[in-house]
């Protein structure tokens, strides 16, 4: 069997939470509040009622394995609650943005996707992030069975009960796929060069991703196109290094409006990732 279906009653999980996180940028949220995206070449679809309920397909894999992975992609084994508990108590702001936000977790995604899509978010925003993430994958990813998964979730939720983005139907490229491609016609500006360059770099084992090892950030930082705060967001969602604080303008916004210039991460050693997701989820909702 290829599909499983798992609950997830936890409420430290929130989909839209971990969706709005701008850690991942292959998520989709539909018209009917559920979710759909793509882990690798498994197909993901999410629904809430009184929980959650994720429906997961990847042909040729066992059920067994595809929820081995999602557990470890939606970090279930960690208790969220418990990291929310070590926040200083004179620290209202941090406390009140963990409360609002308890439902989001850092995800374990795969590196390669978290490199070139942090690339690509470079002085962008996200909905053009999106769009060329999907210009590339359209392009130069491979056709995703969809089928075995709508056919699972409709035995169990009734006929029409599941819907697919058209933009999840192929898989992020590996960098075989982007062997000698060249990607201006993506709407990538200037980050094309920097990811066609990386690509060669990883196919000639100039770049050897497969060994870095946290800390990371200089490693990251020898790639033309990666500074110090892609680094870190790479560091943060592609390594799962959860003491990683990437500094984007809006962090430094909560910096300077909160704490006087400068967030003491080294209070959250291991955990300051997590609490910069809080403050900065927590900060934009302010704005909407």
């Known amino acids: 069997m290829s599909a499983i279906k798992m609950e997830i009653c936890n409420e430290y999980f929130d989909s839209k939470a971990i969706s709005d996180s701008g850690q991942c940028f292959r998520w989709y949220i539909q018209e009917d509040g559920s979710v759909a995206f793509l882990y690798g070449r498994c197909a993901v679809f999410v629904v809430q009622k009184d929980f959650y309920t994720v429906y997961a397909y990847e042909k040729g894999v066992s059920a067994k394995k595809i929820e081995e992975k999602l557990v470890r992609y ?3 084994d960690r208790d969220y609650g418990e990291i929310i508990s070590s926040i200083r108590p004179d620290d209202k702001v941090l406390l009140k943005a963990a409360d609002e936000g308890r439902g989001l977790r850092i995800l374990n995604q795969d590196l390669w996707e978290i490199i070139v899509s942090f690339i690509i978010s470079q002085n962008n925003n996200i909905p053009r992030i999106k769009k060329s993430i999907y210009k590339l994958c359209e392009k130069y990813g491979e056709e995703v069975d969809i089928k075995g998964l709508k056919s699972f979730v409709e035995k169990d939720l009734g006929k029409g009960s599941f819907s697919w983005p058209l933009e999840l139907n192929k898989t992020f490229p590996t960098p075989q796929m982007l062997e000698g491609k060249i990607l201006d016609d993506l709407g990538l500006g200037y980050r094309d060069k920097y990811i066609e360059e ?42 799962h290094d959860l003491g990683a604080f990437p500094r984007d303008t809006w962090v430094k916004k909560i910096e300077e409006k909160y704490y006087n210039g400068r967030f003491e991460e080294n209070f959250y050693k291991g955990t300051a990732g997590i609490m910069q997701q809080y403050l900065f989820c927590y900060e934009r909702s302010l704005k909407k």
Do not use: Q, R, T, W
């Not at 084992?205 to 870095?212: A, H, N, Q, S």
């Not at 090892?213 to 500074?227: H, R, S, T």
């Open 74 to 76: 939606f970090d279930l």
């Open 198 to 239: 990386l690509v060669c770099s990883v196919l000639s084992g100039e770049v050897k991703i497969d060994e870095f090892k946290i800390p990371a950030e200089d490693e990251l930082m020898k790639i033309k196109g990666i500074g110090k705060k892609v680094a870190a967001c790479i560091e943060l969602f592609g390594l």
